[in-house]
């Protein structure tokens, strides 16, 4: 036993002096702490899962007298529909709180800035970027204002409303009714014709449209402003 004293004495002293600083082994370290919003948000993306979209941003109210941070939720119940939720949050202290809210998804949309009738061709300068709550804007909402921008108008669109993608079309470039050139070429034979347009098209869409010369209908492709490609 002797022998080995040398040895543990250092060890002793070490950790007397250890022993000796401040706040030294005074208690169980604390946990790591987050601000309660955050938490909340983790979890009500695990909870919409794949119906976030990528745009998708949460809006977090807490009741009064939640916790400002937390541990962790040891539990956590939400309703998908409408965005209210109850949960369990952990404090540093151990202590568990019941707390609920509001987390609100919301997306960002183009929307109109104004009352656009149809036959209008939307241009950047009609269209702003608002949020709204993603209930609100509807499975055939365009979100993209890239995909607005230059499209016509076909039906009423009202200022701040999101815009259907059933009410826009690309522009027309043929009129029901308009007087149409009539194109047929197959590489080394090229003709022209006059004819009219039986029904509106836009650019590379089939239009119905009849020969004035020889008064026989035919179906080809808008190519231009009044001009009509067949392939027979």
């Known amino acids: 036993m002797m022998t080995r004293l040398p040895m543990i004495r250092p060890l002793v002293a ?14 169980p370290a604390r946990a790591a702490t987050e601000t309660l919003s955050v938490l909340i948000e983790e979890r009500a993306r695990e ?7 990528d745009s998708g941003a949460f809006e977090i109210t807490l009741a009064p007298g939640a916790v400002p941070q937390a541990v962790m939720l040891s539990a956590f119940w939400m309703d998908p529909a409408t965005g209210r939720f109850v949960a369990n949050a952990v404090t540093a202290a151990g202590q568990v709180q ?13 929307v109109p800035t104004r009352r656009l009738l149809p036959g209008e061709i939307l241009a950047p300068g009609d269209l702003q970027t608002i949020s709204l709550a993603h209930g609100r804007v ?3 909402a365009v979100t993209d ?28 470039i043929i009129d029901r009714g308009d007087q149409i050139t009539i194109r047929y070429s197959d590489g080394s034979l090229s ?25 026989t209908s035919l179906v080809g492709i808008a190519t231009a402003k009044g001009v009509v490609e067949v392939t027979q």
Do not use: C, H, W, Y
Not at 47 to 53: E, F, Q, R
Not at 191 to 215: E, F, M, T, Y
């Open 191 to 215: 003709l022209a014709a006059p004819g009219r347009a039986l029904a509106s098209a836009a650019l590379g869409q089939d239009v119905k449209i009849v020969n004035l010369v020889s008064n």
């Open 98 to 110: 019941r707390v609920s809210g509001l987390a609100l998804l919301t997306v960002e949309v183009p």
């Open 14 to 27: 070490a950790l007397l002096v250890a022993l000796a600083l401040p706040g030294a082994l005074s208690g």
């Open 145 to 172: 204002s890239e995909k607005l921008v230059g499209m016509q108008v076909r039906r009423v669109l009202s200022q701040g409303r999101p815009v259907m993608a059933q009410s826009i079309q690309p522009p027309l």
């Open 47 to 53: 909870t919409l899962g794949a119906t976030v979209p």
């Open 138 to 140: 509807g499975a055939f």
